[in-house]
């Protein structure tokens, strides 16, 4: 009967493939999954907005023609021609392009978080799993055993030591069992989609779990430090776009100025004869465009000022939040250690209940009453067991991830 403990614990010993086998699969939902991929395309058009921003306005190219020639002391207007070409003030430029850059950091952060939730998210699916399929182990191995109870239930009926009522019992206990593992295949398969689709692969694709998993010996590390988490260090990088797009907004309230060059070609005089007879002109010119009326530019500063308030508020917010799942957390992992070292204790009591019972089998008699009340508490420690151990690497899924590792 003892071995039926050491089977359940050999399922949750941890094998050195384990780190490998998860962070394979982790890589590879990185590599594969959409939404990572939409980010990553998200964060190539902010850097390419960044290009954009070191640009000119667009060259004016205008021409018309004088359906009323003016005529002039060297001869009569034709057309006119104008190239014009209007430059922001000095600094604009590259004020846009840091705005643009700082865009572009947030986008960038954008792809570190959903990489770190896809982490999460893949993580508990895979734990899931396991526990899923240790379960199944466990219930599987209590099936086995009840089996072997009403083979010596059989015996003593023959010998009348037993009841059939005692068969039957054993055989709907064993209905009962085989009836949770059938759903649990189900949960499997469901659960197996989930993670599958996090890997953006085929939904029925095998999956490699690991053999056993166990609890690392001593205490554990408790990761309290949030500042530089991701989710947090975002807020920073908004509240420096919006800098940025306050120093571009002061350089927009600047004038512009513009370089423009006409040319008017002219028709000689037939009558004339002169030097200048029928001399096009040539007129370069400059121009500057003062934004007299700059309630938009006044309005923007305000505008920036509120934002850079709402973005403390919003990261303050975050803060508490992202610190009260980590207590949670935290909490919750140490309360699964303290239930997982109590099953450790009950699988040993409940394993040498079950050696007592088959000593009095020995000797003479086998009450089966007893054999059902200790295989029930044999199960309920064994899942409590499995649950313990999941809900351990649940939390240290979460913990990790709101930790800056």
Known sequence: MKNIMNIVIGLLMVTALKAQTLDSYIQEAENNNP?????????????????EANSLPSTELSAGYFVSEPETRTGAQKARFTVKQMLPWFGTITARENYASSLAEVDYLDITIIKRKLRLSLSQSYYTLFTIKSKQ?????????????????????EVGKA?????????????????????????????????????????????????????PIGPDINHTELQLHP???????????????EILNQKESNPNLG???????????????????GKDVL????????????????SKTIQNDLKQQEISAQKADRKNKLETILGAAL????AARIKYNTQIKNLKQAADAEEILIKNYETGSLDFDDVLDIQELR?????????????????????????NQ
Do not use: C, H, W
């Open 35 to 51: 939404e990572v991929q939409a980010f990553e395309l998200r964060y190539d058009i902010s850097m390419e907005k960044v290009g």
């Open 137 to 157: 182990a466990v219930l599987e191995k209590n099936i086995q055993l009840l089996k072997t109870y009403e083979k010596l239930a059989l015996t003593s009926l």
């Open 163 to 215: 009841s059939a009522v005692d068969i039957l019992r054993l055989q709907m206990r064993q209905n009962e069992l085989q009836e949770q593992k059938e759903v649990l295949f189900n949960d499997f398969l469901a659960e197996k989609t989930l993670f599958n689709n996090l890997r953006n692969t085929e939904e029925d694709a095998d999956i490699s779990l690991i053999d056993s998993l166990y609890l």
């Open 231 to 245: 989710e947090l260090e975002k807020y920073d990088i908004l509240f420096q776009s919006v800098e940025q797009s």
């Open 259 to 277: 370089f423009s060059l006409d040319y008017i070609p002219v028709e000689a005089r037939p009558d004339m004869n002169f030097n200048d007879n």
């Open 283 to 298: 007129m370069p010119m400059v121009s500057l465009s003062i934004p007299i009326f700059n309630s938009k530019y006044k």
């Open 331 to 334: 909490n919750n992992r140490q």
């Open 379 to 403: 199960l309920k420690f064994q899942m409590n067991y499995v649950e313990a151990v999941k809900t351990y690497y649940l939390q240290s899924a979460i913990i990790n991830y709101l930790s």
